[in-house]
């Protein structure tokens, strides 16, 4: 639930700045891109939606994506994502608790895009 909430924070700050923040519009504007943060088991996730300056995103881990974050629990998820720090997901990483799904190069560009707006 934690995890959930927080997906949808992160969803609102996006949708917010989009409309609100010059240098985050500028860097979303020609994208399409869909982004999934989930859990391994399915249980949790929630897919980000960037279309050419428009961010949407819907709840459920089984929506199709150019690339996902998969987490090894809902906990580990929360509690790197509110960190927020390079290193705290890095260690997550390397301990085997993430794993990047399709292209890390739009995992990058979405961390980009995230710390925008941070």
Same mark, same amino acid.
């Given at each position: 639930?934690?995890? $959930? ?7 609102? @700050?996006?949708?917010?700045?989009? /409309? %609100?923040? /010059?240098?985050? @519009? ?12 989930? %859990? $391994?088991? &399915? ?8 279309? +050419?300056?428009?961010? %949407? ?18 906990? %580990? $998820?929360? @509690? ?16 085997? +608790? ?12 979405? &961390?980009?895009?995230? @710390?925008?707006?941070?």
């Amino acid at each position: 639930m934690k995890l $959930a909430l927080l997906l949808y924070a992160l969803y609102v @700050k996006l949708a917010r700045a989009a /409309r %609100t923040n /010059r240098a985050f @519009k500028n860097y979303i504007g020609s994208i399409q891109l869909r982004i999934l943060i989930k %859990t $391994a088991d &399915n249980k949790w996730g929630r897919v980000f939606v960037f279309d +050419k300056g428009k961010v %949407t995103s819907a709840a459920g881990a089984n929506h199709p994506a150019d690339a996902t974050l998969v987490w090894s629990d809902a906990n %580990t $998820a929360f @509690k790197v994502m509110l960190a927020g720090s390079d290193e705290a997901t890095f260690l997550a990483a390397a301990n085997g +608790k993430l794993k990047v799904e399709g292209m890390a190069y739009y995992i990058q560009w979405f &961390n980009d895009a995230v @710390k925008l707006v941070m």
